[in-house]
């Protein structure tokens, strides 16, 4: 499985950006189920679980700090899934990665399987 993450950009704060995470390989097979995560870093702190969602997409779960603000969600047939941010704030600067995992139990962990390379989302004040 390969990951693609993209649409990372300088926006101003209140604004909005969504991001894109593009699947090659099994991860959006019906045969191998993997739920789909979002994750961010920022400078000198550690990466974070930021939302994930099912394979189905009936399930979701976001960081407190971006209920509300953010939507997770996935297209199966385009093998991608997104990440709306809307209400940005100049503490969601991050570098955001997509991850794979077929666990759902560990989403909000980092023991995902298969990671992107991260796009670089930058909220000036």
């Known amino acids: 499985v390969q990951l693609q993450a993209s649409g990372g950009g300088l926006v101003q704060a209140g604004g909005s950006l969504r991001l894109s995470c593009a699947a090659s390989g099994r991860a959006f097979s019906s045969a191998d189920t993997y739920a789909m995560g979002w994750f961010r870093q920022a400078p000198g702190k550690e990466r974070e679980f930021v939302a994930a969602?099912?394979?189905?997409?009936?399930?979701?779960n976001y960081v407190d700090s971006v209920k509300g603000r953010f939507t997770i969600s996935r297209d199966n047939a385009k093998k991608t899934v997104y990440l709306h941010m809307n209400s940005l704030k100049p503490e969601d600067t991050a570098v955001y990665y997509c991850?794979?995992?077929?666990?759902?139990?560990?989403?909000?962990?980092?023991?995902?399987?298969?990671w992107g390379q991260g796009t670089l989302v930058t909220v000036s004040s």
């Open positions: 969602i099912s394979w189905s997409g009936a399930s979701t």
């Open positions: 991850a794979a995992v077929k666990t759902w139990r560990v989403i909000t962990t980092t023991a995902y399987e298969y």
